[in-house]
Antibody
C-alpha cells in the first residue's frame, strides 16, 4: 500500500526555520517525482516544490514565493523527502502536503495527510 | 504563470442532483488537467487526470471533459459523501497552478 506520511510541522517565529519530512512506503521511492503542496487556513491549494526522480538526477523546481528560502531534498536510503524552510514568513502558515507523481506522467496519484506549519510571534 | 479560474465558487444542490463545475485556463494546456475532491480537514483526493480519465477507484459518477482552455467536471446523482470542495489543477507547465475551488453544499 502506498503511503506518504508528513511530519515536522509546528509553531515557529517569523524569520525562523523548520524542516518537514515525508516518509514514503509501499513503492520504489527513487522512481517517482514528488511534490510539496500547501494550503493556508481556509484557502486554496498552492504548489510549492518538486523533486524529480533518480533517473532525472533528482532535479528540482520551486514556486517563486519560496525560491531561495525553501530547499527540497531526498534521502533514498530512508525513502524520505524533505523540505527545509528558512526565513519563514507569516504567509507561509499552511498545511503542507507531499504528493506523489505517477511514473511516466505528471499528475498526482497519492497525497499524504499533511503537517501544519504556523509562523507567528 | 497559467491562471486557473473555476466557476462557480460555490453551489447548493440536493441529493440526487447532477452538478457541473467549470475550469478555465488562461492559456492552452492541452489535456494536462486534474480534478481533486477535498473534505474538511482532509488531504485532497485525486479524482481525474488528463482531463477525462478517472483515477483508480473513483466511481463513474464523476466525469471530466475538455481540452485546451475549457474544462468541465460533472458529478451525477449527488450523494451525501460528495459534498465537498473541488479543485482543478494544470500540470502543463511550472508553476503548477490550482483553481480557487468550488464548494458543493447541501441545499
Amino acid at each position: 500500500e502506498v503511503q506518504l506520511v508528513e511530519s515536522g510541522g509546528g509553531l515557529v517565529q517569523p524569520g525562523g526555520s523548520l524542516r518537514l519530512s515525508c516518509a514514503a512506503s509501499g513503492f520504489t521511492f527513487s522512481d517517482h517525482y514528488i511534490d510539496w503542496v500547501r494550503q493556508a487556513p481556509g484557502k486554496g491549494l498552492e504548489w510549492v516544490s518538486r523533486i524529480r526522480n533518480k533517473a532525472n538526477s533528482y532535479t528540482k523546481e520551486y514556486a517563486a514565493s519560496v525560491k531561495g528560502r525553501f530547499t527540497i531534498s531526498t534521502d533514498e536510503s530512508k525513502n524520505s523527502l524533505y523540505l527545509q524552510m528558512n526565513s519563514l514568513q507569516t504567509e507561509d502558515t499552511a498545511v503542507y502536503y507531499c504528493a506523489r507523481i505517477i511514473s511516466g506522467a505528471y499528475y498526482h496519484d497519492y497525497w499524504g495527510q499533511g503537517t501544519l506549519v504556523t509562523v507567528s510571534s | 504563470d497559467i491562471q486557473m479560474t473555476q466557476s462557480p465558487s460555490s453551489l447548493s444542490a440536493s441529493v440526487g442532483d447532477t452538478v457541473t463545475i467549470t475550469c478555465r485556463a488562461s492559456q492552452g494546456i492541452s489535456n494536462s488537467l486534474a480534478w481533486f475532491q477535498q473534505k474538511p480537514g482532509k488531504a485532497p483526493k485525486p479524482l481525474i487526470y488528463a482531463a477525462s480519465s478517472l483515477q483508480s477507484g473513483v466511481p463513474s459518477k464523476f466525469s471530466g471533459s475538455g481540452s485546451g482552455t475549457d474544462f468541465t467536471l460533472i458529478i451525477s446523482s449527488l450523494q451525501p459523501e460528495d459534498f465537498a470542495t473541488y479543485y482543478c489543477q494544470q500540470y502543463q507547465s511550472y508553476p503548477l497552478t490550482f483553481g480557487g475551488g468550488t464548494t458543493v453544499e447541501i441545499k
